[in-house]
């Protein structure tokens, strides 16, 4: 069971990331439908400590790779690399999905043979008649 958990953690962490993309898809595409050039937001410092800012030039991004690693890219390569990276992203999960049912799966049988090893050792010997 320990390792379902571990499974279905990995598998709602991949979730997430997946959400978290998504959301970023959403917010570039109504950059590029506003044609803003400017852009005022609040940014989060850390802790839910926000300030007010304003971003010059957004026909640009820079999107977190991973390990601390940052690109900038235009809106339209920052869409292709949130496709490609969600296409992973839910291929991971289905194989996890996958994992987390043959991991039942499994459990589920060790159980139905346990209660096949009880309901045999809850019989009386049978009497050997001499």
């Not at 937001?41 to 850390?46: A, E, I, R």
């Not at 050792?121 to 009386?124: A, E, G, I, L, S």
């Given at each position: 069971?320990?390792?379902?958990?571990?499974?279905?953690?990995h598998r709602d962490k991949v979730y997430e990331q997946l959400a978290t993309y998504l959301q970023l898809k959403n917010v570039i595409?109504?950059?590029q439908e506003a044609k803003?050039?400017?852009?005022?937001?609040?940014?989060?410092?850390?802790?839910n400590f926000f300030v007010d800012t304003v971003v010059s030039d957004t026909s640009r991004i820079y999107v977190a790779l991973g390990y601390g690693f940052?690109?900038?890219l235009t809106l339209a390569e920052a869409?292709?690399?949130i496709d490609r990276k969600s296409t992973l992203l839910t291929?991971?999960?289905?194989?996890?999905?996958?994992?987390?049912?043959?991991i039942k799966a499994h459990i589920h049988m060790l159980l139905e043979g346990l209660r096949e090893l009880q309901g045999l050792?809850?019989?009386?010997e049978p009497e050997s008649h001499h």
């Open positions: 069971q320990r390792d379902l958990r571990k499974v279905l953690d595409e109504r950059l803003h050039s400017e852009l005022y937001m609040q940014v989060d410092l850390g802790c940052f690109l900038e869409l292709k690399f291929e991971l999960s289905n194989s996890l999905t996958k994992d987390s049912m043959n050792q809850n019989f009386p």
